[in-house]
């Protein structure tokens, strides 16, 4: 299973970015059973959960992002998506996207996401 994320780029603080991640070779039944989750890595950080969605749509997320991020998917295109408001410094890092419980994959090259202040 391959996971390519896109999406990412230089943004003003206070804007906004959607991201997408979609997984290749893996079935689409197994896929929309599987719990996913952004991750986010920021520069000399370890990498976190920023925003997960399980396979009923319920969804959570960090603290940081409460309130700014939106997760969503799309289980016909095994794909999931994050749309990202009001963006801010702390938000600027390496976005992955992999399985958010007991299942995970190889992890892709994420996208970088770089907000200036």
């Known amino acids: 299973v391959q996971l390519q994320a896109f999406g990412g780029g230089l943004v003003q603080a206070g804007g906004s970015l959607t991201l997408a991640c979609e997984a290749f070779?893996?079935?689409?039944?197994?896929?929309?059973?599987?719990?996913m989750g952004w991750y986010r890595q920021a520069p000399g950080r370890q990498r976190e959960l920023v925003a997960q969605i399980g396979s009923d749509g319920g969804r959570s997320y960090a603290s940081s992002v409460e309130g700014r991020f939106t997760i969503s998917r799309d289980n016909a295109k095994n794909t999931v998506f994050l749309q990202m408001d009001n963006l801010n410094s702390d938000d600027t890092g390496v976005y992955y996207c992999?399985?958010?419980?007991?299942?995970?994959?190889?992890w892709g090259q994420g996208t970088q996401v770089t907000v200036s202040s």
């Open positions: 992999n399985g958010a419980a007991n299942r995970q994959w190889s």
């Open positions: 070779g893996v079935r689409s039944s197994l896929f929309r059973l599987t719990r």
